[in-house]
């Protein structure tokens, strides 16, 4: 069988009003500027785009400015990327009180988006499945065993963390109600591909988290992001995409002339001799957890996680 390209993958886009580094819109065009070379790509190529979800980072609250910028980028596709098709789930991000802005979007574009949330869309060389965000991940493993059932080949399109996936900042996570034996759930799928950890990885030899296309917070830093190409033997090939990323240089120095996003870090004072933990806002926050967790006897890696995550945020 000759290898042939039939699908690309891209997830968690997080499209968003930065308030940092966003002068211009300038991050949020950035964006853009993937968003528009991917749906080029399908549209020349034949190809759908497989989306694991979060398409905006906001739920609750999509700005004015937000909605307004994605629907325009969204009217430019459909005229000029006819042909293009995203196929996605919902993530967390994007979902409240029962609604799914992902959903609402194919909807109202309907001719470049398909909401697959808890059904599948069949091509000739296989069915694409796909499932939403479950909070806490409840029903999710007896959801994964009924599809696994079907027959033919096929694709799960997915939202949660996984075993043996970390984070940009290196922290692996334990999800609930999804053990690290669940994952041989997946032996009877072709392919699994899953959103919501930012950081490209394989977990397992069919089962990938398929990661974001670029840096959005200061713990990014270092990691190498993009999307992936689909082949018709169900194997992988992750694309780098060279976007603006999240650096640092050291007070009184100059940085490179980029459009990178940098961050100063102040020169270390010296501060007198103390048994307690020292505390900066310039420090790595997954350091930072791990110190208060020492500090006040904290041991639950579950609880650091969550620290870690409120700390990132302050980064975004």
């Excluded at 042909?83 to 959903?103: P, R």
């Excluded at 694409?128 to 080949?153: A, D, F, H, W």
């Excluded at 004072?269 to 926050?285: G, Q, R, V, Y």
Aim: glycine share 6%; charged share 25%.
């Amino acid at each position: 069988m000759d290898k042939k390209l039939i699908a690309l993958a891209s997830s968690d886009w997080h499209y968003h009003d930065w308030k940092q580094f966003n002068e211009e819109d300038a991050r949020t065009l950035a964006t853009n500027s993937f968003l528009s070379k991917l749906f080029w790509r399908s549209h020349d190529e034949k190809i759908p785009i497989l989306f694991p979800g979060d398409l905006f980072h906001t739920p609750k609250g999509v700005s004015t400015k937000v909605l307004g910028m994605f629907t325009k980028l969204m009217s430019t596709v459909r005229e000029v990327y006819p042909k293009s098709k995203l196929i996605g789930t919902t993530g967390n991000h994007e979902q409240d009180q029962g609604y799914s802005n992902f959903n609402s979007m194919a909807e109202c574009f309907w001719e470049n988006m398909l909401c697959i949330d808890n059904q599948s869309v069949t091509f000739t060389w296989g069915t694409i499945y796909g499932l939403p965000y479950r909070k806490r991940n409840i029903n999710l493993v007896k959801e994964i065993k009924e599809l696994s059932q079907r027959r033919g080949p096929k694709i799960l399109l997915l939202h949660t963390e996984l075993y043996g996936a970390p984070d940009p900042s290196g922290y692996e996570a334990t999800p609930q109600n999804f053990s690290r034996e669940s994952l041989a759930l997946f032996k009877d799928f072709d392919l699994v591909l899953a959103g919501h950890v930012h950081k490209h990885t394989q977990v397992a030899d069919n089962v990938y988290m398929v990661g974001a296309p670029n840096q959005q917070r200061k713990s990014d830093a270092g990691t190498e992001m993009g999307y992936l190409e689909i082949y018709n033997d169900f194997s992988v090939k992750f694309i780098k995409w060279h976007a603006p990323k999240f650096r640092t240089f050291h007070e009184g120095e100059e940085h490179e002339d980029t459009n990178d996003y940098w961050t100063e870090i102040p020169k270390p004072k010296k501060l007198k001799k103390s048994s307690e933990a020292e505390f900066k806002p310039t420090m790595d926050k997954t350091e930072m957890a791990k110190r208060y967790a020492k500090e006040t006897g904290v041991k639950s890696p579950k609880k650091i996680n969550a620290l870690i995550n409120i700390l990132n945020k302050t980064d975004e």
